[in-house]
Structure formats: structure tokens, C-alpha cells
């Protein structure tokens, strides 16, 4: 898809089209996050599903047994994740500028952070660390610099980006080098990171 930043353009991508369609749609949860609570045998909790999108994933977590909240910047998509159940909040918030107030013992970032311009990360990051439990887990996924393309849609994020730009605020427990499972074939490159707060 072509470039997307900013409310309205999310607003348009909602708008206009069935979210089973989007590039990103996965109706399972994403196979690096059930991995990795499997794994921790984590099934419990206060998650926030940031950027829900279709909701998807957020729905999978409830089915797990978190208590979820999910948030995204488009009306139209909170709107739409909303039928989905109303066991889940489903808020429309924007991360940089957040009016939420609860911390959550797990953060989902499903493709979010990738389309949040460079010069707002540090505002991401501060906003991710007022939501966050000290003990708190985040767990990001977006592209990698393995996925060719550049400039238009999701940046691609390197390891080494990623550790530059979280370092200070966060322990970064892994990066796992994984592929995202949607829509698009081949599956683009992605990474998936485990975080906590220094
Ligand atoms: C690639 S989609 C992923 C959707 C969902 N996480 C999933 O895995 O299906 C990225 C989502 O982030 C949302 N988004 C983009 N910028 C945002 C912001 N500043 N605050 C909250 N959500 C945002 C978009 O509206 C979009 O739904």
C-alpha cells in the first residue's frame, strides 16, 4: 500500500476499505507473540493492544485470558473492532498523544511503531513508558531492513535502529529476526522484540 502517516490518512485506509482485506490482517494471533507467552506462561493480565487495527489480535488475547484494552488512531476502526465483542475497551487514542491513563502488564505493538515518523519515536517511547508496568512487557513487531522498499508505507527498522532508539529507556530482552504473517506474499521481513523498562 502507498504511504500512510497521520490521522486522516488511517482514517481513509478504515474508511475504505473491509479490514480482512489490509495487508496486515491476521485473524490468529501473530505466531511470535503466542510463542513467546507460551514460553513465559503468561495467560493473565492487563494488555493493551496499541494500534488494534481490525482488532484481531486484541480479540485473541481476551480468548487467552488477558483483560484487554486496545486503542488505534482511526474512529473508524475502533468502531468497526468493536463489534468484534464488548469484552474489550476499545478506545481511539493516539500514542503521542495518549490520554490513557492505566498501566498495562503487557503492550502489543503489531505494526504500529514502523509508521510512526522517525522524529516522533522519542515521543512514542516516552508515552510506551507511562502505559508500562515496571515489570511490564513490551512486545514490538515491524518490519525489518530485510524487506526491500523504502520510503513510502512502513519504515524498515533495523536491529541496530531498534537498539539506538529504545536503548535508554528500555532493556531489550530479544530481537527475533520472523516474517509477517497477512495478507501480502511473500511474508515481509519483520522483527519481533522483547522489551522492559531499564
Ligand atoms: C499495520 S496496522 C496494524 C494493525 C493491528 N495491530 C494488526 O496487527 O492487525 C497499524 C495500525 O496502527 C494504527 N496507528 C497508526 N498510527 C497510530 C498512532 N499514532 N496511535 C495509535 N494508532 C496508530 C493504524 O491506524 C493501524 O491500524
Known sequence: MGMVSGTRDWEEVYKNNSVDELPWFRKKLDQDVKKELNDRKIKSGDALDLGTGP?????????LGFNVAATDISKSAINEAHKLTNDIDFIVDDILQTKLKKKFDLILDRGCFHTIEPEERK?????IKKLLNSNGLLFLKCFSDKEPGTGSGPYRISESLLRDVFNNDFLIEKILHTEFKGKRTPNPKALFAVMKIR
Not at 55 to 63: C, D, N, P, V
Open 55 to 63: 482488532g484481531t489480535q486484541a480479540l485473541e488475547l481476551l480468548k
Open 123 to 127: 515521543i512514542y517511547i516516552q508515552n
